[in-house]
């Protein structure tokens, strides 16, 4: 089973309308199963009522590939609230990829592969930055690296439409329109050859940067990890407003800090997965043993970053002294 933790966030640039939002924030599936088609996950999160549903990654588990468990979960959760999802690293992995994707985008999931999207309530709106995960510019099979590319360079003509509730939301006009005007002068015909080729295309190669005019340019030396860092300064240096970054993977929390993120949302830890007295959280991925940031809350400057140990395992196939959570997120802007 999980268990259910809340999180009350309190910042003064909230704007009113937005005031005692409840965001359910699911991350690390990994293609757990919780009761007839998950059934116990969905109820709990009906009960919390929440306003928004954030997916931070690793929906399904690439050793398994069962897209029919996830999906059970993502046709209940739209049917709850409007649903976000980012992807993780398994979703890069998987070979299924596209297929799980048409079926998020088929099932009314928002997808927001490295975009920001602006959410309003009569004159007052928060903004919603979703981004990639950082093995999506290592990835190993050409359909998915094909995706990736068009993804960042094409997808972003998202027609603004209703929630719901009747609140607007929109792709951030400025964002498409900077990249869109920027694809042909500033790349060449033989580079833009390059990175659409199937054969040849490989992002952590040439990644896609900005430079300080908002014009598209190749940094053929940045690494992912890198050029995920440089995603994320050049979307949240579009926003003015209250921003939610979502993210699979919390080791960037300095980077956060730095881009004045006001709540980041992540997983990946899964709490270090095994627990002991005293030592704590014992491993974290891509943070190895011990790790700095593991679950719960990391608070620096105006920034507010949640950790979920996540619902799911993948590799070791049990957890000790450390259960599954679904988090909810309750947002004020009074103290």
């Known amino acids: 089973m999980f268990e259910i933790n809340q999180y009350d966030i309190k910042d ?20 757990a199963n919780y009761g007839e088609n998950q059934k116990d996950l969905l109820e709990a999160i009906k009960k919390a009522g929440p306003d928004y549903i954030a997916i931070t990654g690793d929906l399904i588990d ?41 079926a998020l985008v088929d099932a009314g999931v928002i997808l927001l592969r490295d975009e920001v999207i602006r959410l309003t309530k ?12 950082p093995d999506f510019l290592d990835i190993q099979t050409s359909e998915n690296k094909d995706l990736s590319i068009k993804t960042f360079i094409y997808n972003l003509t998202g027609k603004d439409g209703l929630l719901g509730n009747g609140e607007v939301v929109s792709f951030n006009e400025s964002y498409r329109s900077r990249l869109l005007d920027n694809i042909n002068s500033s790349l060449s015909s033989k580079v833009r050859a390059s990175l659409l080729s199937q054969n040849k295309l490989n992002l952590r190669a040439a990644s896609l940067m900005t430079d300080s005019s908002g014009a598209l340019s190749l940094d053929y030396s940045l690494n992912k990890n890198e050029g995920f860092v440089e995603k994320l300064k050049f979307l ?14 919390p080791e960037f929390f300095k980077d956060f800090v730095r881009a004045k993120a006001n709540l980041v949302l992540t997983g990946h830890t899964h709490g270090g997965q095994v627990r002991f007295p005293i030592l704590g959280n014992v491993y974290s ?18 920034t507010n970053m949640i950790i979920s140990r996540g619902l799911g395992n993948s590799g070791l196939p049990f957890r000790f002294n450390n259960p599954a959570e679904l988090i909810i997120v309750k947002l004020s802007n009074n103290y």
Do not use: C
């Open 236 to 249: 949240t240096s579009l926003v003015e407003d209250y921003s939610i970054v979502l993210s699979h993977r």
């Open 285 to 302: 991925p891509h943070q190895g043993l011990f790790p700095k940031y593991s679950d719960g809350l990391y608070t620096e400057n105006n």
């Open 122 to 133: 009569g004159n007052e709106s928060i903004s919603i930055i979703g981004l990639d995960d």
């Open 12 to 31: 003064t640039k909230l704007p009113q309308v937005f005031n005692n939002t409840v965001i359910a924030h699911v991350s690390d599936l990994h293609s």
């Open 62 to 102: 690439s050793n398994y590939n069962d897209i029919d468990i996830v999906m059970n979960f993502i046709n209940g959760a739209v049917n709850i609230a409007p649903t976000f999802y980012v992807t993780g690293n398994h979703e890069a992995w998987t070979t299924l990829y596209v297929k799980l994707e048409k």
